[in-house]
């Protein structure tokens, strides 16, 4: 970036290590606090766990295995997905650049407490820009992804609230479609009106200007920096065939994982509630989100085995379920986006459409 724009240096700069040990000090300390709640839910429940632990002994080797197959298949969707977005950008990765993105991306994003989704976004930036996109291009394409794939959650979210009977479920399931369907629609209004990004141009510039002016950040000029940004968004030519494919491969994305947990449950020898499964697993994925311990480690498992319970599924083998669920999608894949990151780190990205150097020919096809 560059610093012709960028404000000197004044007391907020003086306060940020400051800031940062106080930051580093909340962090640890809620860490603290989530491992000591941990270990007393464990020692109250004493008896429960050790059940658990035993029927690991006894768990169905089928479903356990199309349990791990489910999640391999959700994070090929979810690389698929990003690989269809850039697509529509002009820049084409091949499908096994695109799925070792996509595992890299979420052991940064589910290893490190508070910092993780930063961090991914950082990493997945710095590696779309050295496989030849725009800045530009590389942000709005990791925003998209993320507009993609939450609306998709959020509408798988509905539908099992409207299959969960329960009349204010229902109620709310269809009213959440309705609410995703209009801001999609919306959105793909604006862009297209020439009046309506005027105004929206104007407000971001107002935005970050008083942001600027607060916190000092973003660096640059607001115009030119939100001119930028609308000439990378410009650069996305969506076809229908590209937008019907990059929601199939989000809607994959969240399938896979749910049919994981449902998996699980099997392999721990217990029938699946599927009518209410989905609101049981979406509770383990708002747990995730609070990002106080890696992945949610700790709040995923208590969300998502209180869920269970709550459907019926008896407490012992939700536990085991949940740990089996738990163990495929976090810490195994885990291990597999920090052994994918080493071997990027000793690959350089190719660059794509490279020049040809012998003849002045037509430019090279994305």
């Not at 291009?137 to 794939?149: E, N, Q, R």
């Not at 200007?209 to 115009?223: F, L």
């Not at 599927?274 to 989100?289: D, F, K, P, R």
Request: hydrophobic letters at 55%; aromatic letters at 8%; a positive charge.
């Amino acid at each position: 970036m560059t610093s012709a724009h960028e404000p000197s240096p004044g007391p907020a700069a003086a306060e940020h290590p400051w800031r940062r040990r106080l930051r580093s000090w909340r962090r640890w300390t809620l860490i603290v606090v989530c491992a000591v709640l941990l270990a007393v839910a464990i020692r109250v429940e004493e008896k429960m766990v050790a059940k658990s632990f035993d029927s690991f002994a006894h768990l169905h080797l089928r479903p356990l295995i199309a349990a791990v197959g489910m999640e391999v298949l959700s994070m090929v969707a979810l690389g698929l997905m990003e690989r269809r977005i850039l697509i529509m950008g002009g820049l084409r990765l091949n499908v096994r650049q695109s799925i070792a993105l996509a595992y890299a991306s979420n052991a940064f994003s589910a290893s490190l407490p508070m910092v993780g989704s930063g961090a991914a976004s950082s990493f997945t930036y710095k590696r779309l820009v050295a496989h030849g996109a725009t800045p530009a291009l590389a942000g709005w394409a990791m925003i998209l992804s993320g507009v993609a794939s939450n609306a998709v959650f959020v509408v798988i979210i509905c539908i099992g609230g409207i299959f969960s009977e329960n009349v204010t479920g229902i109620a709310a399931g269809a009213a959440g479609i309705a609410l995703t369907i209009l801001v999609v629609w919306l959105a793909a209004v604006a862009v297209r009106r020439p009046g309506v990004q005027e105004r929206l141009i104007r407000a971001s510039v107002w935005v970050l200007t008083r942001s600027q002016r607060t916190i000092r950040r973003p660096a640059g000029d607001p115009a030119g920096l939100v001119a930028s940004s609308v000439s990378g968004l410009g650069s996305f030519t969506p076809h229908r065939s590209d937008v019907l494919r990059a929601v199939y491969s989000a809607l994959r994305n969240w399938a896979f994982d749910l049919l994981c947990l449902a998996f699980s449950i099997k392999a721990a020898g217990v029938r699946v509630p599927w009518w209410g499964i989905v609101l049981a697993w979406a509770a383990g994925a708002g747990g995730s989100s609070l990002s106080l311990t890696p992945g949610g480690l700790g709040v995923v498992e208590a969300a998502l085995t209180a869920a269970l319970v709550a459907l019926g599924v008896p407490a012992a083998p939700a536990l085991t379920a949940v740990l089996i669920y738990r163990g495929i999608t976090f810490w195994l894949a885990v291990a597999i986006g920090w052994v994918v990151y080493l071997y990027l780190r000793r690959t350089k990205p190719p660059a794509t459409a490279p020049p040809a150097p012998a003849s002045p020919g037509p430019a090279a096809k994305t």
